[in-house]
C-alpha cells in the first residue's frame, strides 16, 4: 500500500514536470513575429526606402512623371469615404486623399517610420488638412480598423513588405465587404521606366502574389505613364493557404 502510494506521488510530480516543460515550451501569449523574407514567390524583396530620401516622394517633377491627377482621378473617391494610404511616407497622396474625401471623410496615413508620419504631420499642419489620422504599424500589422475601409492605396510600398502573407491578410479583414485595395507598382515590363528593377513588379509577378492570399482583380487602368494600378477586392471563395 506504502508502495503505490509512492508511485502514485511519483508519478504526479513526473506530469507536473511534464507540464512545466511544456509551458517553457509554449509561446508567449502573444505570438512571434515571424522573420523577415528575403523572397516571396520567385522575387526579391526591396529594402525599405529610409525616411532621409522623403524629398523624393514630393520632388517637383513627381506630378508630370507619374500623372498623380490621372491616379487619383481613377480612385474615384467621394466625400464621406473611410479610406487608407498605405506606407504613405511623408503623405504625397496621404493630402490629396483627404482633400477628395471632405467632407466628412477621413484618411488613415500607415507608415511603419514615424519620422514619415512626423513630416506628414507638419504637411497636413501647412495645407490645413485636419482630416488625416495617422498610425504607426509594424511589418506584420498595419494597425487598421475591421472591416471599415472603402479603399486603401498602396503606392510604391507593396514591392517592400517583407511579411507580404501577414500584410495582405491584414488588408483583407479591414476593408469593407466591396471595399478595394488600389496597388500601384512601376512596370517591371517597361525598361523605359527609369527605376531600379528591385523597385518594379511585374503584372505577371502580382497576378501570382495578390490572388494567392484572398484577393480577386476587379479592375486595372493602364493609363499611367510609369505604372501599373491594380484594384483588388477580397475573394470570399478563397479557401485560404
Ligand atoms: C517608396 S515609399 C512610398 C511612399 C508613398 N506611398 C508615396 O508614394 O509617396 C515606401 C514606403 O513604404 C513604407 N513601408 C515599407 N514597409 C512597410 C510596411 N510593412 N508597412 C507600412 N509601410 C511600409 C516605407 O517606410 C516607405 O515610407
Not at 529610409?50 to 491627377?69: K, M, N, Q, V
Not at 483627404?98 to 511603419?112: D, F, N, T, Y
Amino acid at each position: 500500500m506504502r508502495r503505490f502510494s509512492t508511485m502514485r506521488v511519483a508519478a504526479v510530480w513526473a506530469i507536473f514536470a511534464a507540464c512545466a516543460a511544456l509551458r517553457a515550451d509554449a509561446p508567449a501569449t502573444k505570438p512571434a513575429v515571424p522573420p523577415p523574407l528575403t523572397h516571396y514567390m520567385g522575387r526579391e524583396i526591396a529594402q525599405t526606402m529610409h525616411f532621409s530620401g522623403a524629398e523624393w516622394l514630393t520632388r517637383e517633377s513627381r506630378e508630370r512623371e507619374e500623372d498623380c491627377r490621372t491616379l487619383l482621378r481613377e480612385l474615384g473617391l467621394k466625400p464621406g469615404m473611410v479610406v487608407c494610404d498605405l506606407g504613405c511616407g511623408n503623405g504625397f497622396y496621404t493630402l490629396k486623399m483627404a482633400q477628395l474625401v471632405a467632407p466628412g471623410g477621413k484618411v488613415l496615413a500607415e507608415e511603419i517610420q514615424p519620422e514619415m508620419l512626423d513630416m506628414l504631420a507638419e504637411r497636413a499642419k501647412e495645407a490645413k488638412v485636419t482630416n488625416v489620422q495617422p498610425i504607426v504599424g509594424t511589418t506584420v500589422d498595419p494597425r487598421l480598423p475591421e472591416g471599415k475601409l472603402d479603399l486603401i492605396l498602396v503606392v510604391d510600398v507593396y514591392h517592400e513588405l517583407d511579411h507580404p502573407r501577414e500584410m495582405l491578410a491584414a488588408i483583407r479583414k479591414s476593408l469593407k465587404a466591396d471595399g478595394r485595395m488600389a496597388l500601384v507598382e512601376f512596370r517591371a515590363e517597361d525598361p523605359a521606366v527609369p527605376i531600379k528593377p528591385l523597385h518594379k513588379m511585374s503584372k505577371r509577378q502580382i497576378m501570382k502574389e495578390i490572388p494567392a492570399n484572398g484577393f480577386k482583380l476587379v479592375r486595372e487602368f493602364d493609363g499611367l505613364p510609369w505604372q501599373h494600378l491594380m484594384f483588388f477586392q477580397r475573394d470570399e471563395a478563397w479557401k485560404g493557404n
